[in-house]
């Protein structure tokens, strides 16, 4: 914790430790929050296989009936959901307001929550984290908790964010005319989706990159609908997808790694081909779904404007050699027939799978 963070709470907020039992209150609920804990089994939606969990840091939600002091499941899109937080005997959905702070280890370490009328905001700092087996563990934390009308509560915790080892694999793809379906297995962790807010946020090492080796699937310097996005890996590394050809109906990126922050280094990954394809430097990732806490890469060439053809592929971010990232081909599936029956890319003919 800073300077700042700790002369700014120790202003507003006075330190608490959880209660006994199940409950986490102060001794006058009319001045106090009344933070209560809960299990996964009051999860009405139940425990999703990626999520940011926070339980009392003397507690085990494996083994304790009553652990929990925040949690919120991560969608397919590797966006969060509504958290779930217990005031006395009220459950709050909390939406997630802002992330940031100086990464550790690749995670953001401050988050910021509140209920839609803002009456109840939590805020969480990080201060121990490691990433394990595809998840990131939550070694210390401190939750705050503000209700209006009531003094703040703060409590020590631990947690996880991401997907855990047993949880890594996605719902089956499903299958048509192939008979295979099942879970895909998870890559390197990829962080929160930063938008850029100008091409000029670039750097120079990418454009120079994809104007030497891209230019032939790339539209370098032509327009385009956004600037780009960046993510943190971790400490060593930023991935960056940067805009590449934009069609009558679907656009293309390029993704690119370079050092964090970026200095005079940077790296294009390629796209590699199924076995029998000839080529493996494609570049251009068509319509492109980052699966951030999956470490996956969606991608889906549509044959035509009717998206009723296509090629859909699947990638994982993985450790490749020389302490380089680069991208590794898990699924393919391709539509020749343009039928006007326009079904999910993730039902499309099986072609390739490599797990």
């Given at each position: ?126 201060e121990d984290v490691n990433l394990q087996a595809g998840e990131f563990v939550i070694g210390k934390a401190d939750l705050t908790v503000f209700q209006k009308g009531k003094v ?29 379906s099942g879970g895909l297995p998870a890559g390197i962790p990829i962080g929160k989706e930063n938008y850029l807010n100008d091409s000029s946020e670039v750097p120079y090492a ?16 032509g327009y385009a609908p956004w600037a780009g996005a960046n993510y943190v890996i971790n400490e060593n590394y930023l991935l960056w997808q940067l805009p590449c050809f934009s ?109």
């Open positions: 914790m800073n300077v700042f963070t700790r002369v700014f709470w120790s202003a507003v907020s006075l330190t608490l430790g959880l209660g006994v039992a199940h409950t986490a209150f102060a001794e006058d609920e009319d001045v106090e929050v009344a933070l209560k804990l809960f299990g996964k089994q009051d999860i009405e939606q139940g425990i999703a296989k990626c999520r940011f969990s926070i339980w009392q840091h003397n507690r085990n939600p494996d083994i304790d009936r009553y652990a929990y002091l925040l949690h919120s499941n991560i969608g397919d899109d590797g966006l969060p959901g509504p958290a779930r937080l217990k005031i006395g005997k009220k459950v709050y959905s909390l939406y997630e307001l802002v992330q940031g702070g100086e990464p550790i280890d690749g995670l953001a370490s401050h988050y910021l929550y509140a209920s839609e009328d803002r009456k109840v905001r939590v805020h969480i700092e990080l703040p509560f703060v409590a020590n915790a631990k947690g996880v964010s991401g997907c855990s080892a047993e949880n890594t694999a996605v719902a089956g793809s499903g299958s048509s005319g192939s008979g295979v990418l454009i120079q990159l994809m104007q030497d080796y891209a230019s032939d699937d790339c539209d370098v310097g069609g009558a109906y679907q656009a293309s990126g390029v993704f690119a790694v370079t050092q964090n922050p970026p200095q005079d280094w940077g790296e294009l990954l390629t796209l590699p081909n199924p076995p029998g394809l000839e080529g493996n430097q494609n570049y251009g990732a068509m319509n492109a779904d980052v699966l951030g806490p999956k470490g996956l890469i969606r991608t889906t060439a549509f044959g035509r404007g009717a998206g009723d053809c296509g090629v859909y592929q699947v990638f994982r971010l993985t450790d490749g050699p020389g302490e380089v990232l680069e991208l590794e081909l898990l699924e393919y599936r391709e539509k020749i027939d343009c039928d006007g029956n326009a079904t999910e890319p993730e039902s499309w003919p099986l072609a390739y799978q490599s797990y």
